[in-house]
C-alpha cells in the first residue's frame, strides 16, 4: 500500500503532466487560429485586389 508521499507524488505528476498536456494544447490552438486569420487576411486582400481590377476592366 503506498505511504502518504507516495499518494502525494503520484498526484503531483499525474497534476504536472496534465497541466502540461493543456499548456500544449492550447498553444497548438492558438497557432491554428493565427494560421487561420493569417489566411483569411489574404483572401480578403485578394478579393479586394480583384474587385480593383474587374472595375478598371
Known sequence: MPT??????????????????LTVYGGYLCSVRVYHY?????AQRQAAEEQKTSGIM
Do not use: E
Open 4 to 21: 502518504g508521499k507516495q499518494l502525494a507524488d503520484i498526484g503531483y505528476k499525474t497534476f504536472s503532466t496534465s497541466m502540461m498536456l
Open 38 to 42: 493569417f489566411q483569411w487576411r489574404r
